[in-house]
T-cell receptor
Framework: EDQVTQSPEALRLQEGESSSLNCSYT??????LFWYRQDPGKGPEFLFT???AGEEKEKERLKATLTKKESFLHITAPKPEDSATYLC??????????????FGKGTSLLVTP | DTEVTQTPKHLVMGMTNKKSLKCEQH?????MYWYKQKAKKPPELMFV???????INESVPSRFSPECPNSSLLNLHLHALQPEDSALYLC???????????????FGDGTRLSIL
């Protein structure tokens, strides 16, 4: 059965204190791994797609990496506006629900000034 | 600003009411989705439409009835809902499902539904 596990559940950082969020996954055939940011009362905002081990994507202070078993979302010198819940999702190539995103439970990030 | 628009933003209804949620996208996407999200939980897939045809129904109760009038619009008709159906209902779209690589889904900001 496909599984997506995110850690930690919650993370509190000082402004400028870099850290990483983890997404471990078990899937029979990865079609894609996706990172989203969700602010309270809003829908998930798409950040990155990763398709194969070794791939990296960057956007401002965020960098996503992928191995065969996990993905990391690195946050460099975070600012308070980076506070949000970060969701990881995988799409499996052999799923009956081929389009479905299997989400992790998310990491709630709080960045304090 | 999100490119997937959902209306209304908030909805309060009684258990005997009938209402509809609406979703619109103009990105030319051919797959559209309904998700349900409870507080502090990830989104759960309800329905998938591919090329305006229902392709996936994740064992959703019949009091939820989806409709896809055209490639840009998606509705969710609600009838005789229960208090446990109170949640954030999210619509999403993606380029299409018949691709070998996964396509990201783009979400609207949802409709916050409260059942009295």
């Amino acid at each position: 059965e496909d599984q997506v596990t995110q850690s930690p559940e919650a993370l509190r950082l000082q402004e400028g204190e870099s850290s990483s969020l983890n997404c471990s996954y078990t899937v029979s055939g990865l079609r894609g791994l996706f990172w989203y940011r969700q602010d309270p009362g809003k829908g998930p905002e798409f950040l990155f797609t990763l398709y194969s081990a070794g791939e990296e994507k960057e956007k401002e202070r965020l960098k996503a990496t992928l191995t065969k078993k996990e993905s990391f979302l690195h946050i460099t010198a975070p600012k308070p506006e980076d506070s949000a819940t970060y969701l990881c999702a995988v799409q499996a190539s052999n799923s009956n629900s081929g389009y479905a995103l299997n989400f992790g439970k998310g990491t709630s990030l709080l960045v304090t000034p | 600003d999100t490119e997937v628009t959902q209306t209304p933003k908030h909805l309060v209804m009684g258990m005997t009411n009938k209402k509809s949620l609406k979703c619109e996208q103009h990105m030319g996407h051919r797959a559209m989705y309904w998700y349900k999200q409870k507080a502090k939980k990830p989104p759960e897939l309800m329905f998938v439409y591919s090329y305006e045809k229902l392709s996936i129904n994740e064992s959703v109760p019949s009091r939820f009835s989806p409709e896809c009038p055209n490639s840009s619009l998606l509705n969710l008709h609600l009838h005789a809902l229960q208090p446990e159906d109170s949640a954030l209902y999210l619509c999403a779209s993606s380029q299409g499902a018949d691709t070998t690589t996964g396509q990201p889904q783009h979400f609207g900001d949802g409709t916050r539904l409260s059942i009295l």
